[in-house]
Every structure is written in structure tokens, then in C-alpha cells.
């Protein structure tokens, strides 16, 4: 339509450039990727560059003419040199690379990781490494692509006015819940869209509930039985030494691998374990039966110790409220550390504080309300900018169904070639929750093999979200996605209909998830 992809208006221009041969590294570019297969991640990123590299470089523009602002391209002061090269160029030049003092280069480079959007990545996976290559210079030891953030199913851009603005999240809940928001509701490398519904959702559900419920819980059995105290440390072999020695690997592996989403999954799992053993202790019997006894200490001990542990984890995506957290279980610790990871850290005798809870919880429909009432609409709840383009939903068009279902008796049939549009993959359930407020939704994140996305099932009348952890089921895996209950579904989860009731149609163990079923 004459516009690029940001709306501005496109025209043809002529002008005289110097080019970088980069046809001429096609074939070693394609090699070091061949041996460094870690070196583009995630693996769908790989496999773009790859692509992309093997349908053939053309050497690339890395003067203008048109422009004069810039730094002059040497020997020809009618040019000037083009952003990539000036600019990719900083990465190493910021490390004083052409001084005569190379200390501060030979420390830092190469770069562990370049951590970049996914739109920059052919500059960072194919120019940049070309360049240093025809340089000598030693290359950066990976290119990390993240996905974008979405409004509206849209980029989030300047250009096109889509714009979240965190200021009053911030203002109210602080920056640690949005950060953790962020960071846990987006699968690394892939897409996520925003509303403030899905933020109010997760805090909820996973901050006041999940783990300021378990905090509040044991500091206050720790202050009523043992004097607002740390009971006498035991650091004999129990049920949580056990989970946090298992979990704890698994989150650092996560951490390494910018599986955000994947360790604090990790996390997740000691809490559940946490109040699983609280359960299963009873200290608040024990307590009325036989006082503050050996027994009632290791139990209150073990609680707290794994919930240091718990919110040592949280500290690289909640610094300023695990620190508190941390405050409040007698263990502070300015800058914790992988070895503060360790079973046996928290004291004994020292002071905690149960206090106000840590995320107090928050009435959703008041709250969008509040902020409606101030001229703040609701992201998921924004006009469509394309929405007049589309045709009008019926009038009597009820919100989305919350259960898959039965195909009626009389329905079209449909062709052959309709039927392999449908894309029916396998997909392992990584994590379950309920959602809030349905009795029938409870929000997935699957692995596709060569992904993760996230779908909402209604099935929650029949599998509760601890049973759903590792199943692998059937998916439609091209299915448009769709916003229930404010939080976006990318796929379907088939299921068979029994009586109103769902049932999940099981895959074996042993087929990998991705695997397309025909």
C-alpha cells in the first residue's frame, strides 16, 4: 500500500554506497553454525538464520551519500558510514578496541551473550559475525533473540502510538510484580500480549496466594510457636531437603539457559512441595498435642529454611521484595548467591516478622473499575485499531464457550484438503492453573518441541492442575488465538465430551511433543 510495516510512506531513491563483500561469507558463516549450534537461541532463531544464510548473501550497503550526519567513511568525506557497521562497531569499541591499552578489550570480549529483539537479529546472527570474522576479531558466544511484547496482537511501537504505559502498576503494586509478571508470562524467544487483567491474574493468583499466602503462614506459626523466633536448626534429612536438592539444579539450569519461565516454574514447585509438607505435618495440631517441642522445631525449621531458599530464588526477579522477604525470615542477605542456594543457611534464635502480607489482595473488577473511572481503559479492553475493517459480531453473541464442544449431529462435512489445514500436534503440559473467577478455565503452558505457547482448556471440572503436569495431549496448533477470561489461548486442547464432563485425549509418553498427528 506504499507504507512500510510502521505506516510511513515508502519512496525510490537513488545514491552512491560502499559495500561489505558479504556474499563472501556465506559458506563460513554457514560452517561456524554447523559447529556452534548453541551459538542462536532459541532454536527457531537458529533455524531463520540458517535459512536465510543459505538462500544467498548479497553484499551490503555500509556508506550513504544521502545523508550527511554520521561519521565520515575514511578517505571519502561525501560519505558517511552506515548505521549497522557504526553501530554493531560499538560492541567492541566501547571496550577501547583500537587504543593502544587493550586491557579492558581482552577482559570482556568476546561477549557471553548479545540479548537482543528479534527484528535485530539478522544484524546480530549474520552482519555482525561477517564483519569480525573479515576483522580477525574472535565472535560473541551467543546471539539470544526475545520475542515482543504485544498490544492489541500488535507490536508495541512508537511509531504506531500502541504504547503500555506501567506508571500507575508501578505506582501501586511497585516495579518487582510487574517485573515478575513479565518475565513469568512470557515464554522467552516467543510472543506475549498485554492486558492488565493478566497482570491482576497472576498477582493474585501466584503473588498474594501462592507465595505471600506461604510466607504469612509459616512466619506466623514460627512467631506463635517459637517467641517470634527461628526454632533450633535441624538439618536432618526430610521431605523439602529432598524437593529443594532436585529443584534447585533445575532452576540454576533454567536461569543459564534464559528459561526464565521454565525456572520459575522450578520455584513453583518447592512452594507446592512447602505447603504440600505443611499439610501433611499438621504443626498446628502438633502444637495443641505436645507444645513447641524437638519435633514441632524440625517442622517449623524445615518450612522456613525452604522458604529462604524459595525467595533466594525470587531475588533476580523480585530484588526488592525477596529482600524484604528475606528481612522478615531472619535471613538477610544483601546480594544472595548461588551458594546461599544451599540447605542449612537460615539461623537459629533470630527474630522474624510476620507482619502485613507481602502482596495484599487485590479485587479485580474494582480496580479496572478505578482505573475506567480514570480514563484508563483496561488494555485488553482497547478498541481494535483494526476493528473496522472486520465485520460485526452478531448482537446476541454471547462471551467465548468455556468447555470444548460435541460436534452436533448435522454439521457440514467438510473436504479432505479442509481437513489437513487442521494442524494436530502433540504437546507436553509443562504447567497448569486455574484460572480466577471460572469454574470451568484452567490456563496451560505446553511444549511444542520446537517451542512453548500457552492454551486455555475447560477441563478444570475434571483435572485439577497438579494431575495435568506432564501429560501429553493433542493439540490444534493453528488455531487463531483467542482471549478467555483475559488471558490469550494460542491452540486448543482436544478433548471427548462424556456427559457434559471433558476428557483429555492422552498421547503415549514416549512420542515427542511436536509430533504432527495425521
Not at 502480607?357 to 487485590?362: A, E, L, N, Q, V
Not at 492442575?465 to 488465538?481: D, H, T, Y
Request: charged fraction near 25%; glycine fraction near 6%; aromatic fraction near 10%.
Amino acid at each position: 500500500n506504499g507504507k512500510c510495516e510502521n505506516g510511513h510512506p515508502v519512496e525510490r531513491t537513488t545514491e552512491q554506497n560502499f559495500f561489505f563483500r558479504l556474499s563472501r561469507f556465506q559458506h563460513p558463516l554457514l560452517q561456524f553454525y554447523r559447529e556452534h549450534p548453541e551459538f542462536i537461541q532459541p532454536e527457531t532463531r537458529y533455524n531463520e538464520v540458517v535459512s536465510f544464510v543459505e538462500s544467498g548473501l548479497r553484499d551490503l550497503s555500509v556508506s550513504r551519500t544521502a545523508i550527511t550526519w554520521g561519521i565520515p567513511f575514511p578517505g571519502h568525506p561525501d560519505h558517511v558510514v552506515y548505521v549497522w557497521l557504526d553501530a554493531l562497531t560499538n560492541y567492541i569499541s566501547a571496550l577501547d578496541f583500537g587504543a593502544n591499552d587493550l586491557a579492558k578489550f581482552n577482559r570482556y570480549w568476546p561477549a557471553d551473550v548479545h540479548l537482543i529483539g528479534k527484528d535485530i537479529l539478522r544484524f546480530h546472527a549474520v552482519y555482525w559475525p561477517a564483519f569480525l570474522m573479515a576483522a580477525g576479531i574472535e565472535l560473541p558466544k551467543k546471539i539470544l533473540a526475545h520475542g515482543w511484547w504485544l498490544r492489541d496482537q500488535q507490536k508495541i511501537s512508537k511509531s504506531t502510538g500502541n504504547v503500555v504505559r506501567p506508571d500507575y502498576i508501578i505506582d501501586e503494586f511497585g516495579p518487582d510484580p510487574l517485573r515478575y509478571f513479565l518475565l513469568r508470562e512470557m515464554v522467552f524467544g516467543q510472543d506475549q500480549n498485554y492486558s492488565d487483567e493478566s497482570f491482576l491474574n497472576r498477582y493474585n493468583a501466584d503473588l498474594a496466594n501462592d507465595l505471600g499466602n506461604t510466607l504469612s503462614r509459616a512466619l506466623k506459626m514460627s512467631a506463635t510457636y517459637f517467641d517470634g523466633s527461628t526454632p533450633p536448626i535441624s538439618c536432618d534429612d526430610n521431605d523439602l531437603m529432598r524437593a529443594a536438592s532436585a529443584i534447585v539444579p533445575e532452576y540454576l539450569k533454567s536461569m543459564d539457559e534464559f528459561a526464565f519461565t521454565r525456572a520459575l516454574d522450578a520455584v513453583w514447585k518447592l512452594i507446592i512441595a512447602i505447603n504440600g509438607y505443611i499439610v501433611a505435618k499438621e504443626p498446628w495440631k502438633h502444637h495443641k498435642e505436645h507444645g513447641a517441642d524437638p519435633v514441632l522445631a524440625r517442622v517449623i525449621w524445615n518450612t522456613l529454611e525452604s522458604l529462604r531458599i524459595v525467595w533466594t530464588m525470587m531475588t533476580p526477579f523480585m530484588p526488592q521484595v525477596s529482600a524484604e522477604a528475606l528481612r522478615r525470615l531472619g535471613a538477610p542477605k544483601e546480594s544472595p548467591t548461588r551458594e546461599d542456594l544451599a540447605w542449612g543457611g537460615l539461623p537459629a534464635g533470630v527474630p522474624v516478622e510476620a507482619g502485613d502480607p507481602i502482596f495484599p489482595r487485590i479485587d479485580i473488577a474494582t480496580w479496572l473499575s478505578s482505573r475506567a473511572s480514570q480514563g484508563d481503559t483496561p488494555m485488553d479492553e482497547r478498541p481494535d485499531p483494526d476493528s473496522s475493517a472486520k465485520e460485526a459480531a452478531p448482537e446476541h453473541a454471547g462471551p467465548p464457550a468455556e468447555t470444548t464442544q460435541a460436534m452436533p449431529p448435522d454439521a457440514t462435512k467438510v473436504s479432505i484438503d479442509q481437513f489437513f489445514e487442521i494442524d494436530l500436534r502433540v504437546a507436553e503440559i509443562l504447567s497448569a492453573e486455574r484460572i480466577e473467577k471460572s469454574k470451568k478455565l484452567i490456563k496451560l503452558r505446553v511444549s511444542t518441541g520446537d517451542g512453548e505457547r500457552t492454551l486455555v482448556a475447560g477441563i478444570a471440572t475434571k483435572y485439577s492442575p497438579e494431575e495435568l503436569l506432564g501429560r501429553k495431549v493433542v493439540i490444534v496448533a493453528n488455531l487463531q488465538p483467542a482471549t478467555l477470561m483475559g488471558v490469550e489461548s494460542n491452540g486448543m486442547v482436544l478433548a471427548a465430551s462424556i456427559d457434559g464432563e471433558p476428557s483429555l485425549l492422552i498421547v503415549d509418553s514416549s512420542v515427542p511433543p511436536g509430533t504432527k498427528v495425521k
